[in-house]
């Protein structure tokens, strides 16, 4: 179609926008003139005292129907019903019974699953991803077809690699799980702490990492969990999003911790959550989890007791019926009192309240514009595939032969059964995507194709069509194998068995390979990791990239970054072990840290330093870069808060609580060049890693964790100078079995590529005060 009609559509859809704007007030609804003088109505009124007056006029059988995700509508307030739940992990979707596609809005930008935007390392991008998905959610907000609660992000470590969630969530770190939920959240939700553009949720809190493996499903599952463990490991993503995010709303699991369901488990939600981390926003159930631990693990005698155990251990709101069914009894019975019930409708309806939702038309609210024209619009999809291409990792590039040339390699084969992959692309938790460009289409924009699938499917239970793929090798200056893994095999309640490839995929691989004229290229599709060992050792295969599942642009960023368009700068989020990692290791078992008297191996690289295929971080570009150390300390002070340097608690193994100093803005700032001394412009992910001091290192059973990561642009033959800053008692602490935070004093080493630099941390006393 002529570019000059493009003026012409945008005006249809605009005046369709007007004829189809019809959403009308949630509430107070200017032209009610029966609520116009209630206070809630009364956008002068503090919200506080508004929340007040709307829950002081209800009856309690209007208050428990408004516990649940489909809240019930109160037509003598002008009040009209409400659906909680939408879904908006890496794009808008319509996973969720809030969100419907139709005429007017019939797609969202797709973005990739989250395990390879975490691969870019870049929380610039996070935020900017996170204001396009808050744009498009507004505007079909606005059209009435999506609400504005979106339940995402998954911030859950990918503690086990055969998970079949792990590629909803950041990664196995949390630090890096951690920024990745504030900087999305901070995009959705915009940055005026008392309105919200959208609501978002961190979940699932806590523990949570198995659906269904090995005759063990997350309905019936009761995580053992260390205290230990907990503080270091499971909970640091949520207290992250809570308290730099600023999260509205944080979900908690289906799962059982040390043998409460975290829905009932006062500790969690209302010590941990709302009390020691702030939040300011409503606690969710994941859907039916109330119903889950009264069916299914029967926690609870009776149903009131278990609407009771939720609610007063600090649920706010229930995804499913069961609070609408029996919280009236539970109050009746004294289980339970209206106060409590008060409590959770304060949390939902004051952030419904941020929300705009009782301030009339949403026309008149800041983001009332947003319509149809802002959805799938241009510069959000070019932003797809730019975190296309940043999540991208290039693991394995022999000569280089990588990228490939237009000039040189003029035919190239394309096989493998995610070769034409588009849904495949956009992963789990999606919605309709704007349009897809297949890895074959974006490789025929470089190259003519012979395009063969060697496999039906992922799956790959034959070698039927091997021949047919092995001669398209034959023939082509180039071939690129586009294997891998879809949802058929790992994802929500289907677990993996194995971390091998599927079926006889590992054959086609080998055999096409051997045959092929050119060189081999092998780009994988997955969430979780591969045991590719098969192919990192194999000579004839010279070139393997990971592009995890990436959205609807993934086609056209695989083959910008296989013919150099792109120059990739991703690094893994995740380790990827060998198969045989798995001897003997239920995923049931969640002790992170390693014991060799046990045969157990430790999970992520903190705690495991076994055989790897590829170690977390790893990650190739086209050009190379160089670190040096321009300044960094060498010793730093730690203020102990007047406790005495003697005091054998406060030094316990020569670690300080963290408790004990003087947090503040304690930090260490470190001044990196980075040069570039390739021949290719480049954008370099710089990570920071920190050991503990040695001895130490073996008494928290800690490898070395991240602590920094920064994103940096440098033309080639180019230097930058990058900042970075380590908040010690944040990033350089380490937790005892008892689950208290330390910073162990003395040597600690960090790791900048290849770069060591050790900082020495000494208490400095400020007083005397009684121990």
């Given at each position: ?214 005759g063990v499903d997350r309905f019936h599952f009761n995580a053992q969990v260390s205290k230990q463990d907990i503080e270091d490991t499971f909970d ?436 990196v060049d980075v040069k570039n001394v390739g021949s290719r412009d480049g954008t370099h992910t710089l990570l920071v890693f920190s050991a503990p ?79």
């Amino acid at each position: 179609m002529p570019s000059t009609f493009s003026p012409l559509i945008a005006l249809i859809l605009l005046l369709l926008w007007h004829t189809c704007q019809a959403r009308d007030p949630f509430a107070c609804d200017p032209k009610d003139a029966t609520t116009n003088n209630m206070a809630f109505c009364k956008g002068s009124v503090a919200i506080g005292e508004r929340v007040k007056d709307l829950i002081g006029r209800l009856s309690l059988q209007e208050k428990v129907r408004l516990l649940v995700n489909n809240a019930a509508p109160l037509p003598r307030l002008g009040i009209k019903g409400y659906e909680w739940w939408s879904e908006a992990l890496h794009g808008v979707s319509n996973v969720g019974p809030g969100t419907k596609f139709d005429a007017h809005f019939p797609a969202a930008t797709s973005f990739p699953q989250v395990i390879t935007t975490a691969a870019s390392f870049n929380a610039s991008l996070w935020e900017a991803i996170g204001r396009v998905v808050s744009d498009e959610a507004r505007a079909m907000y606005n059209g009435g077809t999506a609400g504005l609660t979106y339940w995402s992000p998954n911030v859950n470590i990918f503690r086990d690699p055969r998970w079949g969630r792990g590629q909803e969530t950041p990664g196995e770190d949390p630090v890096l799980a951690g920024r990745y939920a504030a900087s999305y959240v901070r995009g959705l939700q915009g940055t005026d702490a008392n309105r919200l553009k959208v609501a978002a949720c961190c979940k699932h809190f806590t523990a949570y990492d198995l659906d269904n493996w090995n005759g063990v499903d997350r309905f019936h599952f009761n995580a053992q969990v260390s205290k230990q463990d907990i503080e270091d490991t499971f909970d640091v993503p949520f207290r992250m999003c809570v308290s730099e995010g600023k999260v509205a709303s944080v979900m908690c699991s289906y799962n059982q911790v040390n043998g409460v369901p975290t829905c009932a488990d006062p500790n969690l939600l209302k010590k941990t959550v709302r009390g020691l981390w702030q939040l300011d926003g409503y606690i969710v159930s994941d859907c039916d989890s109330v119903g889950v631990f009264y069916d299914n693990q029967h926690y609870t005698s009776t149903p009131e007791e278990a609407a009771a155990d939720a609610i007063k251990a600090g649920l706010d709101l229930d995804c499913g019926p069961f609070l609408a069914v029996h919280t009236q009894d539970a109050v009746k019975k004294g289980l339970l009192s209206e106060a409590d019930v008060n409590t959770a409708l304060v949390n939902t309806l004051t952030v419904q309240m941020r929300l705009g939702m009782f301030d009339g038309e949403p026309s008149a609210h800041p983001y009332g514009h947003l319509g149809p024209k802002d959805v799938c619009k241009p510069a959000h999809q070019d932003l797809a595939l730019e975190a296309a291409r940043q999540g991208i990792v290039l693991l394995k590039n022999t000569g280089p032969v990588l990228p490939l040339s237009p000039q040189r390699h003029h035919t190239v084969a394309v096989i493998g059964p995610n070769s034409n992959a588009t849904v495949t692309m956009i992963g789990n938790y999606a919605g309709i995507a704007c349009g897809y460009t297949s890895p074959l289409q974006g490789i025929g924009r470089y190259a003519r194709t012979i395009h063969q699938l060697g496999c039906q499917n992922v799956a790959c239970t034959n070698d039927r069509q091997f021949g047919p793929a092995i001669n398209a090798a034959r023939q082509a200056d180039a071939t690129v194998l586009v294997m891998g893994l879809d949802q058929s095999i790992e994802a929500e309640t289907v677990d993996r068995t194995g971390l091998l490839l599927p079926g006889r995929q590992q054959d086609l691989v080998s055999k096409v390979a051997a045959a092929s004229k050119g060189p081999t290229i092998l780009v994988l599709m997955s969430g979780g990791p591969l045991d590719i060992s098969f192919a990192k050792n194999n000579p004839r295969i010279v070139g393997i990239l990971w592009a995890g599942y990436p959205g609807q642009a993934g086609g056209a960023a695989i083959a910008d970054i296989v013919f150099g368009t792109a120059n990739p700068g991703g690094k893994l989020p995740v380790t990827w072990y060998p198969q045989e990692y798995l001897t003997k290791l239920p995923m049931t078992k969640m002790a992170m840290r390693a014991s060799k008297s046990a045969g157990y191996p430790g999970r992520t690289y903190r705690f495991y330093n076994g055989p790897m295929v590829y170690p977390f971080g790893h990650g190739l570009t086209y050009t190379h870069f160089v670190h040096t150390l321009a300044s960094a300390p060498t010793v730093v002070s730690v203020p102990l808060n007047g406790h005495r340097r003697a005091n054998a608690t406060n030094l316990s193994n020569r670690a300080i609580r963290v408790s004990h100093a003087r947090c503040g803005k304690l930090s260490i700032t470190l001044q990196v060049d980075v040069k570039n001394v390739g021949s290719r412009d480049g954008t370099h992910t710089l990570l920071v890693f920190s050991a503990p001091p040695a001895g130490a290192g073996a008494h928290w059973a800690l490898e070395k964790q991240l602590v920094a990561f920064e994103k940096v642009h440098v033309r080639a033959k180019g230097q930058q100078r990058v900042g970075v800053n380590i908040h010690v008692c944040k990033l350089l602490s380490v937790v005892d079995k008892s689950g208290i935070r330390r910073i162990p004093l003395g040597e600690h080493s960090l790791h900048i590529g290849d770069v060591r630099h050790s900082v020495s941390l000494q208490p400095q006393a400020l007083g005397i005060i009684k121990s």
